[in-house]
């Protein structure tokens, strides 16, 4: 089966990655559309073809500068133009599926849609039910997402609560699939290899480290993080770093002053950059605690990442987490925008090796029943199938 994959801004490389290795493993003969992204390690292991088909005038242009003016417009403009050369590139092609990971402009990318739909069956994965929750570079991408899923044949999600969403906004609990998300396993390197130090605080006598980790975007609370390592207890806090790793989207001077206003700043490592991929695994092998202090996700990479690593999760209870996470035996679960629970949560993690250890091998058995990418793309397989069985019975 030919299958298509687009993710124009590559929003999701890990996973688009991830899930195309599925599929073309279970014999699917699979081209991945999208735009030049930093993440490269896997480039030898890639059993499909990956296409840098978007954005490539806007790249050029605007390479070396960081947040130019004009940069989003220009983008949108040649989105427009992409767009319209990739239906006529699926009209050559003739494919027997087209699989849509994001629709960056949902109220434009609706018409190009529904020309695909023309040429194959569409499938779209909704990966966020609240559109880029709230946190979109233009507000023009908050518009139209309904009608995006109304162009196409079947609906992926990650949840159970994600496809109730759906339902209760009108869709047809037939055009839904729940289809789990994977782990998403990075090259393996040391530490050396990759460039990663261990370190502790500024003054250099840290032996314990609270991670979090990710693009960092309002909806993740940071400040509530911030919050609650100050509620820590001051012996606490006095041997234990907040690492703070991840591509800011957003504003994080006010995070900064925030933690100055705190007094914590000597205990938080502020790593704002995109981590390369060499350096994820020994960035969670060094965290004594992952936490997830989220207000709003229907499925989280970087939890699906954190759960390889036999270390205790903290997270807020909403659907993403609790449908993978067990409260009291992966780590805690809490109410999101809470910190005095949020740091509660956190010093019994960090004031009990008994407790830690515990819900660290309760991790790792965790990772162990998520499905594999294989199983994935199997599951992915049959919703094709099935459309292409549809389209031949009509």
């Known amino acids: 089966m030919q299958v298509l994959m687009l993710d124009p801004s590559a929003f999701t490389p890990p996973y688009d990655h991830h899930l195309c290795r599925g599929l073309a493993s279970v ?48 983008k949108g403009l040649e989105h427009i133009i992409d767009m319209t050369r990739f239906v006529r590139e699926a009209q050559v092609r003739d494919p027997d599926m087209i699989h849509v990971q994001w629709a960056p402009v949902p109220i434009i990318d609706r018409w190009f849609l529904r020309a695909l739909n023309r040429i194959a069956p569409l499938v779209f994965t ?40 759906l339902v209760d906004r009108g869709v047809s609990p037939d055009n839904i699939s729940v289809i789990p998300h994977g782990i998403l396993e990075y ?3 040391t530490a050396a290899d990759s460039g990663y130090i261990q370190s502790g605080g500024d003054d250099g006598d840290k032996d314990r480290t609270i991670l979090f980790f990710g693009t960092i975007k309002p909806y993740k609370n940071v400040d509530t993080l911030l919050e ?79 759960v390889q690593y036999e270390t205790p999760i903290v997270a807020t209870d909403i ?17 999101p925008d809470a910190p005095a629970a949020l740091g509660d949560a956190m010093y019994r993690v960090l004031t009990d090796p008994e407790l830690a250890e515990q819900m660290g091998e309760k991790v790792t058995e965790l990772a162990e029943s998520i499905p594999t990418w294989e199983a994935i793309a199997h599951t992915t397989c049959e919703v094709y199938e099935m459309l292409s069985s549809d389209l031949l019975e009509s």
């Open 319 to 335: 659907a993403g987490f609790a449908e993978v996470l067990t409260d009291g035996e992966h780590g805690f679960l809490i109410q």
């Open 126 to 165: 909704v990966h966020d039910t609240t559109p880029f929750h709230g946190a979109s570079t233009s507000r023009i991408q908050l518009l139209g997402t309904d009608a995006v899923y109304d162009v196409a044949d079947h609906l992926i999600v990650h949840t159970e609560v994600s496809r109730d969403e």
């Open 27 to 74: 014999g699917c003969d699979l081209t991945l559309y999208t735009t030049r992204a930093d993440y490269h390690l896997w480039d030898s292991d890639m059993p499909y073809d990956r296409v840098e088909y978007f954005y490539r005038y806007t790249d050029a242009l605007y390479r070396d500068c960081d947040g130019p003016p004009g940069r989003t417009a220009v």
């Open 228 to 306: 609650a390592f100050a509620s820590l207890p001051s012996e606490t806090r006095a041997t234990t770093e907040l690492h703070v790793a991840g591509n800011p989207k957003m504003d994080v001077e006010p995070l900064r002053r925030r933690a100055a206003e705190l007094d914590i700043q000597s205990s938080v490592r502020w790593d704002l950059r995109f981590v390369p991929d060499a350096e994820v695994p020994a960035l969670f092998d060094a965290a004594d605690l992952v936490v997830f202090p989220y207000d709003d996700i229907d499925q989280s990479g970087s939890l699906l990442t954190a």
């Open 187 to 189: 090259p393996t390197e």
